[in-house]
């Protein structure tokens, strides 16, 4: 121990760290952010101690990971089922990086609330965004490297995107894939944002980040009526100071322990779920693929998909730069005045409405009952319950139900595709008739329903409309117009 | 040399810039500047590489006598336009379906790219309700790639495609987009 202690004051003499170093960590901090409200400032330090992981990890997978698009499936696999505790780091570094980007909008999240990032720290709370804007960049690429078909269609995707840019679209799609198609330049691209670019960017950002933290300081919980007024701030700063707390302490101490918890929260569920795929090979001819984005694009997945058609390009070119831009604009729209969340109504209410679309939005992109399923048409059979009593006609009916794949996009007891109405009952709703020209003509104007018109004879369309119509509750008559006789008066 | 500047004459430049150091500054800026334009050009230039066109590749599908009538079928090949490491990536594949012979008497053929018009996605071929579906979106389209329903903006992109000594041929298709659809690359 002393030997040791010989060893650090002879290096310390010549690399001089203790003296640049130390004060940096026992810069004093207001005395409130040591104490209880301490438990608030923990998000920043937790997401910088996974990122560290990140990087551990991610060095590690690099050891083995082959970014080459003939190879890196199979490096996948050997990582997954051969390497040693592969399939462990894979995991890790999935399960931090989600846990990142939970911990950075968490952070992100307080500090709106506590408007932490009034004046004068508008220039912390502008290089976070950009630190966010590295982290998604970071899982979107990342979701690339694992070599799949939901990287392959997820570069579709982004590609068919960027391919609606006015004028250059099409060049830009060009630079996105490094190629007219998708596969071996694509994979290095990404690779190189994924492993050099992006990584570099976001290092220096966090270090302008951390930097800035030290400049301007800790911000006080805030105290409902304690306004804050660029003109008075720093003196008050100053005066709060006084009575400060040295950061290695209390606060560090708070930091230290939830850093570990998120730590080991991240290694449990790594080693008890284990890695996220691959799936299967990134062939594109594969059919009954399902292409989905990462959890932290399903909100945009959602809100895509649930939009009107006239307002899809807005939303995938426009609304982006708008949602970056309007968090850029936050210190700048509010940078004096109150910081208490008791006393600033909007700033809770947009929380509240932001956090709650986001959820909506995600649980939509997890669920997407807008998609077909593909496989409901020969998969899900039409439940014994219905057909137990049917006709000869009604049987044939529900054969041509399934042979026209209706089933894809119609569920039948809850079984089956979401993105038409259940028929369970269909035959109390709509008249055979109707139920004819619906079929027919599909939904008008280019609506979701195809026209089956051309692709149905005669005689399957009787049939077919003969099984709709029995589909309803025990005893229930078939739905009629509601057509009152001529001659009488309307009532009511 | 370093042995010639004395340190007494290396105070007196630092006090007062004669002429030669001003040109000394001024060709350092113009060195510097030239210096960043030669990496930065070609660095540039190298980087939108990638932005080119009209490559043309012609892939043979075999004989038409392979393709029988009125019958949609998806054809895989490996794609030339891209790299030889493209391992199981450069598989692509077209919904063929041939249409017999027009009124002159020549084979006629609609030949369909794979990916949805709305993002791209695969489209499957359902030939029992003569529908592509989309996993995606729910984009359908008609057996003749027209649009029939759900969120594309248009019907399915046709790929150029001829004829030559009995074979079927279509030029390789890039990823298509809405503004740089399959249209002949000539």
Same mark, same amino acid.
């Given at each position: 121990?002393?030997?040791?202690?010989?060893?650090?004051?002879?290096?310390?003499?010549?690399?001089?760290?203790?003296?640049?170093?130390?004060?940096?960590m026992?810069?004093?901090i207001?005395?409130?952010?040591?104490?209880?409200?301490?438990?608030?400032?923990?998000?920043?330090?937790?997401?910088?101690?996974?990122?560290?992981?990140?990087?551990?990890?991610?060095?590690?997978?690099?050891?083995v990971?082959?970014?080459?698009? !003939?190879?890196?499936? /199979?490096?996948?696999l =050997?990582? !997954?089922?051969?390497?040693? +505790?592969?399939?462990?780091?894979?995991?890790?570094?999935?399960?931090?990086?989600?846990?990142?980007?939970?911990?950075?909008?968490?952070?992100?999240?307080?500090v709106?609330?506590?408007?932490?990032?009034?004046?004068?720290?508008?220039?912390?709370?502008?290089?976070?965004?950009?630190?966010? +804007?590295?982290?998604?960049?970071?899982?979107?690429?990342?979701?690339?490297?694992?070599?799949d078909?939901? =990287?392959?269609?997820?570069?579709?995707?982004?590609?068919?995107?960027?391919?609606?840019?006015?004028?250059?679209?099409?060049?830009?799609?060009?630079? &996105? @894939?490094?190629? #007219?198609?998708?596969?071996?330049?694509? @994979?290095?691209?990404?690779f190189?944002?994924?492993?050099?670019?992006?990584?570099?960017?976001?290092?220096?950002l966090?270090?302008?980040?951390?930097?800035?933290?030290?400049?301007?300081?800790?911000?006080?919980?805030?105290?409902?009526?304690?306004?804050?007024?660029p003109?008075?701030?720093?003196?008050?700063?100053?005066? /709060?100071?006084?009575?400060?707390?040295?950061? +290695?302490?209390?606060?560090?101490?708070?930091?230290? @322990?939830?850093?570990?918890?998120a730590?080991?929260?991240?290694v449990?569920?790594?080693?008890?779920?284990?890695?996220?795929?691959?799936? !299967?090979? #990134?062939?594109?001819?594969?059919?009954?693929?399902?292409?989905?984005?990462?959890?932290?694009? +399903?909100?945009?997945?959602?809100?895509?998909?649930?939009?009107?058609?006239?307002?899809?390009?807005?939303?995938?070119?426009?609304?982006?730069?708008?949602?970056?831009?309007a968090?850029?604009?936050?210190?700048?729209?509010?940078?004096?005045?109150?910081?208490?969340?008791?006393?600033?109504?909007?700033?809770?209410?947009?929380?509240?409405?932001?956090?709650?679309l986001?959820?909506?939005?995600?649980?939509?992109?997890?669920?997407?009952?807008?998609?077909?399923?593909?496989?409901?048409?020969?998969?899900?059979?039409?439940p014994?319950?219905?057909?137990?009593?049917?006709?000869?006609?009604?049987?044939?009916?529900?054969?041509?139900?399934?042979?026209?794949?209706?089933?894809?996009?119609?569920?039948?007891d809850?079984?089956?595709?979401?993105?038409?109405?259940? &028929?369970?009952?269909v035959?109390?709703? &709509?008249?055979?008739?109707?139920?004819?020209?619906?079929?027919?003509?599909?939904?008008?104007?280019?609506? !979701?329903?195809p026209?089956?018109?051309?692709?149905?004879?005669?005689?399957?369309?009787?049939?077919?409309?003969?099984?709709?119509?029995?589909?309803?509750?025990?005893?229930?008559? #078939?739905?009629?117009?509601?057509?009152?006789? #001529?001659?009488?008066?309307?009532?009511? | 040399?370093?042995?010639?500047?004395?340190?007494?004459?290396?105070?007196?430049?630092?006090g007062q810039?004669?002429?030669?150091?001003? $040109?000394?500054?001024?060709?350092?800026?113009?060195?510097?500047?030239?210096?960043? $334009?030669?990496?930065?050009?070609p660095?540039?230039?190298?980087?939108?590489?990638?932005?080119?066109?009209?490559?043309?590749?012609?892939?043979? $599908?075999?004989?038409i006598?392979?393709?029988?009538?009125?019958?949609?079928?998806?054809?895989t090949?490996?794609?030339?336009?891209?790299?030889?490491?493209?391992?199981?990536?450069?598989?692509?594949?077209?919904?063929?379906?041939?249409?017999?012979?027009?009124?002159?008497?020549?084979?006629?053929? $609609?030949?369909?790219?794979?990916?949805?018009?709305?993002?791209?996605?695969?489209?499957?071929?359902?030939?029992?309700?003569?529908?592509?579906?989309?996993?995606?979106?729910? %984009?359908?389209y008609?057996?003749? %790639?027209?649009?029939?329903?759900?969120?594309?903006?248009? %019907?399915?992109?046709h790929?150029v495609?001829?004829?030559?000594?009995?074979?079927?041929?279509?030029?390789?298709?890039?990823?298509?987009?809405?503004?740089?659809?399959?249209?002949?690359?000539?």
């Open positions: 121990m002393k030997w040791l202690r010989a060893l650090g004051n002879w290096l310390d003499a010549r690399l001089k760290v203790r003296e640049s170093i130390m004060p940096m026992k810069h004093p207001p005395r409130g952010a040591a104490g209880r409200m301490g438990w608030w400032y923990i998000f920043g330090s937790a997401s910088l101690t996974l990122l560290i992981v990140q990087i551990l990890t991610g060095i590690g997978l690099a050891l990971y082959v970014p080459s698009a !003939d190879n890196a499936y /199979e490096s996948l =050997a990582l !997954d089922y051969e390497i040693p +505790l592969g399939w462990f780091l894979r995991a890790l570094h999935y399960y931090a990086g989600s846990g990142m980007v939970v911990m950075v909008l968490l952070h992100m999240t307080q709106f609330l506590f408007g932490a990032y009034k004046y004068p720290r508008e220039l912390t709370w502008i290089v976070g965004v950009f630190l966010l +804007l590295c982290t998604l960049g970071m899982f979107f690429s990342g979701q690339i490297m694992r070599w078909p939901d =990287a392959y269609w997820g570069l579709g995707v982004a590609a068919a995107m960027v391919g609606r840019v006015p004028v250059l679209g099409p060049s830009l799609v060009d630079l &996105l @894939l490094g190629g #007219p198609i998708i596969g071996a330049d694509a @994979l290095s691209r990404f190189a944002l994924h492993v050099f670019i992006i990584p570099a960017l976001l290092l220096f966090l270090a302008i980040h951390l930097w800035l933290v030290l400049k301007c300081g800790i911000s006080a919980p805030p105290v409902a009526g304690q306004k804050v007024d003109a008075t701030y720093d003196a008050e700063y100053e005066k /709060e100071l006084k009575t400060g707390v040295p950061f +290695l302490g209390e606060a560090a101490i708070k930091d230290a @322990l939830v850093s570990a918890l730590v080991i929260v991240v449990v569920i790594a080693a008890v779920v284990g890695p996220k795929g691959p799936t !299967d090979p #990134p062939d594109p001819t594969l059919a009954n693929v399902n292409p989905r984005p990462e959890w932290p694009f +399903l909100w945009l997945f959602g809100l895509l998909s649930l939009s009107p058609a006239g307002a899809e390009t807005f939303l995938m070119l426009v609304f982006p730069v708008l949602l970056i831009g968090l850029l604009l936050v210190p700048f729209i509010a940078n004096r005045g109150e910081r208490a969340p008791s006393r600033r109504p909007i700033a809770v209410l947009t929380v509240i409405v932001v956090v709650t986001l959820g909506i939005l995600t649980y939509q992109g997890a669920t997407s009952p807008w998609s077909p399923r593909m496989q409901a048409w020969s998969g899900d059979p039409v014994v319950r219905i057909v137990k009593n049917s006709t000869p006609m009604e049987l044939q009916g529900a054969l041509v139900f399934q042979f026209k794949s209706c089933r894809n996009c119609h569920a039948l809850g079984v089956g595709g979401k993105k038409g109405p259940d &028929l369970t009952f035959g109390t709703r &709509l008249t055979r008739d109707q139920l004819i020209d619906q079929v027919s003509n599909g939904t008008p104007g280019g609506g !979701d329903m026209a089956y018109g051309k692709q149905i004879s005669p005689a399957e369309m009787t049939v077919l409309a003969e099984f709709l119509t029995s589909l309803r509750p025990k005893g229930q008559p #078939p739905a009629r117009t509601a057509i009152a006789a #001529p001659g009488k008066e309307q009532q009511k | 040399m370093s042995e010639d500047s004395s340190p007494s004459s290396a105070a007196e430049d630092v810039p004669t002429f030669s150091r001003r $040109l000394l500054l001024w060709l350092a800026i113009a060195a510097g500047f030239l210096a960043t $334009l030669a990496v930065a050009l660095f540039v230039g190298y980087l939108f590489g990638p932005v080119r066109r009209n490559r043309i590749r012609w892939v043979n $599908l075999g004989a006598s392979n393709f029988p009538k009125d019958q949609t079928r998806l054809e090949f490996d794609n030339p336009l891209g790299q030889s490491w493209d391992g199981v990536t450069a598989q692509n594949g077209v919904f063929v379906r041939y249409l017999g012979l027009d009124a002159s008497n020549k084979d006629q053929f $609609l030949i369909f790219a794979i990916n949805c018009a709305h993002l791209g996605c695969p489209v499957t071929w359902f030939p029992q309700s003569g529908l592509f579906m989309c996993p995606c979106h729910g %984009g359908v008609y057996e003749n %790639g027209e649009h029939a329903s759900g969120p594309p903006p248009r %019907g399915l992109f790929c495609w001829r004829v030559q000594d009995g074979n079927l041929e279509i030029q390789a298709p890039h990823f298509p987009t809405l503004q740089n659809t399959l249209k002949d690359q000539g």
